[in-house]
């Protein structure tokens, strides 16, 4: 028989707190590094190919997901939010920097 384990519950969430106030992860993205994406949608309760879809824009995500996703790592949904921010503040500046293309003539 197959053993279910709780949602949430994989003990590598732990490690993400802890980097957190390292500051080693600063970005949403960073938490990825940590534990697999498999495993935070599974918890999510979303499907895998959507989860790494919605990864490209975290605006797709509801905040009740980063919600549950603090909780799972035991941090502060404000600090939570803070890694959400950070990761789009940086998509946004790295669009900014990037050279526009000029059309061929």
């Given at each position: ?8 519950t994989?003990?590598?969430?732990k ?21 697999p994406?498999s ?19 975290a605006?797709i ?6 919600y ?32 526009e ?5």
């Open positions: 028989m197959i053993k279910r384990i709780p949602k949430g994989d003990p590598r969430y490690y993400i707190r802890a980097n957190v106030e390292s500051g080693r992860i600063s970005l949403f993205t960073d938490i990825f590094e940590v534990i994406r495993v935070v949608a599974r918890d999510l309760g979303i499907n895998n190919v959507r989860f790494n879809t919605n990864l490209k824009d605006t995500f509801s905040v009740k997901d980063f549950r996703l603090a909780k799972f790592c035991d941090i502060d949904e404000m600090v939570m939010m803070q890694l959400v921010y950070n990761q789009y503040a940086s998509a946004a500046r790295m669009k900014k920097n990037l050279p293309l000029s059309a061929a003539k």
